[in-house]
């Protein structure tokens, strides 16, 4: 059975995101939870950015100066002030990573839910709101690639799910630890055996959205890929309804 069969023809590879040998930084985000976190990534390295080009000053005026005053042996004053300044900072970076922190933890009333179990060395999907739809996806292996294909990144069975809808996102694995993720939704999750995880997602713009398996699972866990394919929910529908009928 071909589940992609309505996007086999790929439209939407301008709008694909993934890991390229160019991405130095942050992958475009691809729901607001990432926007968040892309944010406080700028704000954390503006601020270490700031403390390093200090330090480093400092360090090197010292360095480089020979003046010595025999009677300053102490200076309450400035070490106050050197204490309770990074008190400071860390609260800055402390209080959004915390409020980011609940925030990813919070699962808004979904309006469907995925299961995914990892295997070694491939993802299973349930659609648990539908009738028996539940598929397994493989890496496409190097003589089956296409030439749109991306190499050790496109599974046969790609994942859809419609964007602006609250998704709830259920992990777990059959046999050892995998790690499930979408860097571009900002979403990592450990799929451990005997263990259901959840996260909530929301989408905000269609598009093929690449992963990978994040956690080392075996020799082939560099080949167990995840697409999702962000839809309309008209055409998500219209999937899954196909699905339906031919299950
Ligand atoms: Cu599955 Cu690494």
């Not at 939870?33 to 700031?50: G, N, P, R, V, Y």
């Not at 330090?55 to 106050?80: H, K």
Request: proline content about 4%.
């Amino acid at each position: 059975m071909n589940l992609s069969f309505m996007y086999k023809e790929k439209p939407f590879i301008s709008n694909s995101t993934m890991a390229t040998w160019m991405t130095l930084s942050l992958q475009d985000s691809s729901s607001p939870m990432m926007e968040q976190l892309i944010f406080f990534h700028d704000h954390t390295l503006l601020i270490l950015t700031t403390i390093v080009a200090l330090v480093s000053y400092l360090m090197g005026s010292l360095f480089f100066n020979t003046n010595i005053n025999r009677n300053l042996l102490e200076s309450q004053t400035i070490e106050m002030i050197w204490t309770i300044t990074p008190a400071i900072i860390l609260f800055f970076i402390a209080v959004p990573s915390l409020r980011l922190l609940y925030l990813m933890d919070e699962i808004n009333n979904p309006a469907i839910t995925l299961k995914t179990v990892g295997h070694q060395w491939y993802w299973s999907y349930e659609y648990s709101d539908f009738s028996s739809i539940e598929f397994d996806t493989y890496m496409i292996p190097l003589n089956e690639m296409e030439d749109s294909s991306f190499r050790l990144l496109d599974v046969d069975n790609r994942i859809v799910l419609p964007m602006n809808t609250h998704i709830r996102m259920i992990v777990t694995a059959a046999d050892v630890l995998h790690s499930w993720t979408i860097p571009s939704m900002g979403v990592k999750v450990d799929a451990t055996p005997g263990r259901l995880n959840q996260m909530g997602m929301l989408i905000n713009r269609p598009g093929l959205f690449y992963g990978q398996c994040s956690e080392i699972c075996g020799a082939n866990h560099s080949f167990m890929p995840i697409v999702m394919e962000s839809v309309k929910t008209n055409t998500f529908i219209s999937w899954i309804s196909h699905l339906s009928e031919a299950s």
